[in-house]
């Protein structure tokens, strides 16, 4: 019975998913339904199809359509990337799907990898003077700061507090000017880590800080309704416990990133070889050369190999 439980339990952390993918706001152009759970390793070619692109994966996944092919290709995207925690606090009008597998983030860095540097995005936070730095580079280096009834959290105690609510201002400031950045074709990500809240024994700033997260998401979500009719938003989540599985395979090749040959190494290959073909032909015609070299009787080698023959003869 015990040897059960624990062949269940390593089944279940191998095929257990790195978090979620919500569907927070979907264009008229597509239509999500709920399905079985996506591998996370296809969340950017989902994503990638969502904005109307060819995709070079093959997958029986069956939670997108495309209503109207000919509007996709205007269809903007923004994707919530949150590091730390599985789920975020529940909302009924979202689409939720189990991330199986890891590799959600590599995926998303293939997608990004297939776009126009010019129409993509991306703020990472998780990074808290990088992402400031992002952030100012797109919208100016003055934002608006929130008063927040804070409760759990301790900004004014805590580096790690300080940089969250930083970086809830700065969502919130992103929410209010989406025009700046979020054009037809545009993809839109900020990634968020919560991972710093968790190293707290108490559950309480970890739990006040997914609800703050929700609000800010929540603000964006509604202002991108008014905004535009052809907005994809889509929220992923990542648990901390994956992170070493993440690192443990980051030299694993992405599966759907194409091959493509170094064009230099047949060049490579044919003087290495050329090369070594000539360095044995010179040597062979050296070693040759001093094998059948007669010397003579005036040279060195003949004065010594003729006196160690006459001292054995005298012997």
Not at 94 to 117: C, F, H, V, W
Not at 229 to 247: G, Y
Not at 276 to 283: D, G, I, M, N, R
Request: net charge neutral; with cysteine; proline share 3%.
């Amino acid at each position: 019975m015990f040897r059960f439980i624990v062949i269940f339990s390593l089944a279940f952390a191998l095929i257990s998913g790195d978090g979620l993918f919500s569907v927070l706001v979907a264009p008229e152009s597509l239509e999500f339904k709920e399905s079985i759970e996506l591998e996370s390793s296809h969340v950017g070619d989902v994503l990638l199809a969502a904005l109307g692109h060819s995709v070079s994966s093959v997958s029986k996944w069956m939670g997108m359509y495309v209503v109207d092919p000919f509007k996709v290709a205007v269809n903007s995207l923004v994707v919530i990337v949150v590091q730390g925690v599985k789920d975020m606090v529940d909302t009924a009008e979202r689409i939720k799907y189990d991330l199986k597998g890891t590799g959600a983030e590599r995926s998303l860095n293939y997608m990004t990898r297939q776009l126009p540097n010019d129409s993509v995005t991306s703020i990472n936070f998780t990074d808290h003077r990088r992402g400031r730095n992002q952030f100012h580079s797109l919208y100016g280096s003055s934002h608006i700061s929130f008063k927040r009834n804070l409760k759990e959290l301790l900004p004014h105690q805590y580096w790690s507090h300080r940089h969250f609510i930083d970086e809830l201002d700065l969502l919130e400031n992103a929410a209010n000017n989406l025009d700046a950045i979020l054009k037809p074709s545009h993809v839109v990500i900020f990634t968020i880590s919560l991972s710093p809240l968790m190293r707290v024994a108490r559950n309480g700033p970890i739990n006040e800080a997914k609800i703050l997260l929700g609000a800010t998401i929540e603000n964006m979500k509604n202002a991108i309704r008014r905004r535009n009719e052809s907005v994809l938003m889509v929220q992923i989540t990542r648990d901390q416990k994956d992170d070493s599985k993440n690192a443990s395979k980051s030299n694993v090749p992405n599966p759907f990133e194409k091959i493509t040959e170094d064009g230099d190494f047949p060049a490579l290959i044919n003087i290495v070889v050329w090369f070594s073909f000539t360095f044995a032909l010179v040597l062979a015609i050296i070693c040759y050369a001093i094998a059948t070299m007669d010397p003579g009787r005036d040279s060195v080698l003949y004065r010594v190999t003729t006196l160690k023959e006459f001292t054995k003869k005298k012997i």
